[in-house]
């Protein structure tokens, strides 16, 4: 990183990748203890992708995002404890329990999941997209999807809708090189994936993901593109995660040699070392950071660790809505 | 009203189309969305003319797309539109199941609650063209099957003008099946006929001797049916089930404890079918008020041959139902 940073902007946005490598590292330890069940995906390695484009958005901006949400979600403002507790299975959850780590759901921060088939919430996105047209409101999507997502037929369906409707959607894609264990060479016969943009006549461009700076810089000139033309725009973000893909994942796919030298590239280190040289934080404030998250983990397992079962009575609610609903 | 007790005569396909110029009017969160449902009038014709009168931005012709313009209703619908997709027939809607099942049905439940999804997806279903082995089939039961969608079957002239209204005040997703070979039938409703209500089934005749059991054609085939029977005595009860999902099981197990006796008419193939279930209900709960098993008419299970004298004997007619009553009345 050769740029330099605003002191206060820049130990948010640490604090903010910190708050999430802690908050999946833990969540990893309770996955082994069994308090969060299911699938979980961790977001370990691709902080500055989530942190960095969420620069970008506004309070009134919608995001749909994927089954590797947590980062998202953490970095939108969702409370931490509220999704351990969802995690925990606990109705004090940010989605009552009923979703788990995979649907991490907070309407009032226009936050719409948390979707586990792989490519599936980019007709939504495109259709909140289009809602946001038609009611002439200045409100942008942004959608969130992997790189194995672009080899899905509902990736192109919606480039095409997007395009063809010109609604405002950021659509990030998050190239960590895998899709669960088969690589990008293995699955795309353009493994640019922002060259594909063009073939529906869409600006796109490709950032390092592992550079929160440069993620941010490229999300809020795409941001303001689709603001000023109403157009969307594809940005990818290539990253490497450092986990497995989930807690069942052996990693035959890859070499160790490899995930070390992406390791070398981490997000955090990178961002403190710029801060470290530019003398804006010196150690003692790097602990104090860490001791920050630290606390404010322990508070969200704290919470999810007090929360409550939804009671047995209540298995068939949310099917359909209730009468306050309507 | 005044008019309340005059009748027009209409098509089916009129009576859709008014539905959807009454639901534009209405309010201006509802647009149509589908294949050519602008520029070309809608694939049977049904929103010819709507193009020009509500413009593009309400009457949104799609490129070929079911899985990404259904999602796209979908993400609407949440964002505070009130979105109608249509997609051509039900063959074509497997291509955007994922989004009805997996997201249009789900999301309220995985966000516990937060996120509802008023859309309406209409779709053509059945026989009756000779359209063969890609557009002719009868999967109201696919739909059926999925918690979280309502299910409506538009088997009368009333419900095709009505059901559309009544569903676009449903806060959650709502799937409606119309029916191909009955665009052109003509049929009498009020004059002054609009929104129906959604929840519950409908004695279409009332009778003693059997029930009749059916939803789409199968009403206007089992009333043709049931006049042929008066001529021999015999004074069946036809019941319209109208709401697939969640089903109104209470008229027709009311309407069995007083006939005791049923058969189930549906187009669709038998097995795993909703007359299946319906069937099934039946034995769960009126077995002891039967005379006789429950039957069953359904459609023979063959993909649809294209061949007329083939179609017509791959579902159940109005004689099959008439010859079967006598069966099972044993009035041979």
């Known amino acids: 990183m050769e740029n330099t940073i605003d002191r206060d902007h820049g130990k948010q946005m640490l604090y903010q990748m910190m708050l999430i490598r802690r908050f999946e590292e833990k969540a990893a330890e309770l996955y082994t203890q069994t308090k969060i069940r299911g699938f979980l995906h961790l977001y370990v390695g691709e902080e500055a992708v989530a942190v960095g484009v969420m620069q970008a958005l506004k309070t009134d901006d919608n995001i749909l995002s994927t089954y590797r949400e947590h980062g998202h979600a953490l970095a939108r403002g969702v409370d931490p404890g509220r999704i351990m507790a969802e995690m925990y299975g606990k109705q004090e959850g940010c989605s009552r329990g009923r979703g788990g780590s995979m649907h991490l759901f907070d309407a009032g921060k226009k936050f719409f999941g948390g979707n586990a088939i792989v490519g599936g919430h980019l007709p939504v996105a495109v259709g909140v997209a289009l809602a946001a047209k038609k009611q002439k409101a200045a409100r942008l999507t942004c959608c969130f999807f992997g790189e194995g997502a672009a080899a899905e037929g509902e990736f192109h369906e919606s480039m095409n809708l997007a395009m063809l409707w010109e609604v405002p959607l950021l659509f990030v894609c998050e190239n960590n090189l895998y899709a669960m264990g088969t690589a990008l060479r293995y699955s795309h016969s353009l493994p640019q994936i922002e060259l594909k943009g063009s073939a529906y006549g869409m600006e796109s461009m490709a950032v390092n993901g592992m550079d929160v700076l440069a993620v941010e810089e490229a999300a809020i000139r795409a941001a303001e593109k689709i603001r000023s033309t109403g157009k969307p725009f594809l940005l990818v973000c290539n990253t490497y995660r450092f986990r497995a893909h989930s807690m069942f994942d052996a990693e035959l796919y890859r070499n160790k040699a490899e995930v070390e030298e992406w390791k070398k590239q981490d997000p955090i280190t990178a961002l403190q070392n710029l801060l470290l040289e530019q003398g804006s934080l010196d150690a003692a404030a790097i602990s104090e950071l860490e001791s920050t998250v630290e606390t404010a983990v322990q508070k969200a397992v704290g919470f999810a660790e007090a929360g409550s079962w939804e009671p047995v009575e209540d298995l068939t609610r949310f099917v359909y809505s209730e009468p306050q609903n309507s | ?332």
């Open chain 2, 1 to 332: 009203m005044a008019n309340e007790n005059n009748t027009i005569s209409i098509t089916y396909r009129e009576a859709i189309k008014q539905a959807l110029r009454d639901a534009l009017r209405a309010d201006e969160r509802v647009f149509l969305m589908g294949e050519d449902v602008g520029r070309y009038g809608g694939a049977f014709a049904v929103s010819k003319g709507l193009l020009e009168e509500f413009g593009p931005d309400r009457i949104m012709d799609t490129p070929l797309s079911e899985s990404g313009f259904v999602g796209a209703g979908i993400g609407a619908a949440i964002a505070g539109m009130r979105p109608v997709v249509e997609v051509m027939t039900v063959n074509f809607s497997l291509l955007a199941m994922d989004q009805i099942v997996n997201n249009a049905a789900t999301l309220l439940h995985m966000s516990g609650g937060q996120v509802n999804v008023p859309v309406v997806i209409r779709m053509n279903s059945g026989l009756g063209r000779q359209l063969a082995a890609q557009h002719s089939h009868s999967w109201e039961s696919f739909y059926a099957h999925i918690p979280g969608l309502k299910v409506l079957s538009a088997g009368t002239h009333e419900d095709a003008r009505g059901m559309l209204l009544a569903a676009l005040k449903e806060p959650d997703p709502v799937v409606i099946f119309e029916y191909t070979a009955m665009l052109n039938l003509e049929g009498k409703i009020p004059a002054g006929a609009g929104i129906v209500e959604i929840q519950k089934a409908a004695i279409r005749r009332e009778g003693k001797d059997i029930s009749i059991i059916t939803y789409g054609p199968g009403v206007y085939k089992s009333l043709e049916a049931a006049n042929e029977l008066a001529k021999l005595g015999i004074d069946a009860e036809v019941v319209d089930l109208r709401v697939l999902r969640p089903l109104d099981e209470s008229c027709f197990l009311q309407s069995v404890r007083k006939t005791h006796r049923a058969l189930v008419v549906e187009e669709a193939w038998r097995s795993v079918s909703i007359s299946a279930e319906i069937s099934s209900r039946i034995m769960e709960q009126a077995f002891y008020e039967l005379d006789a098993p429950v039957h069953r008419l359904c459609g023979v299970e063959v993909p649809m041959p294209y061949p007329k004298h083939l179609e017509d004997i791959s579902v159940p007619q109005a004689g099959d139902i008439v010859n079967m009553i006598k069966k099972i009345l044993q009035h041979d």
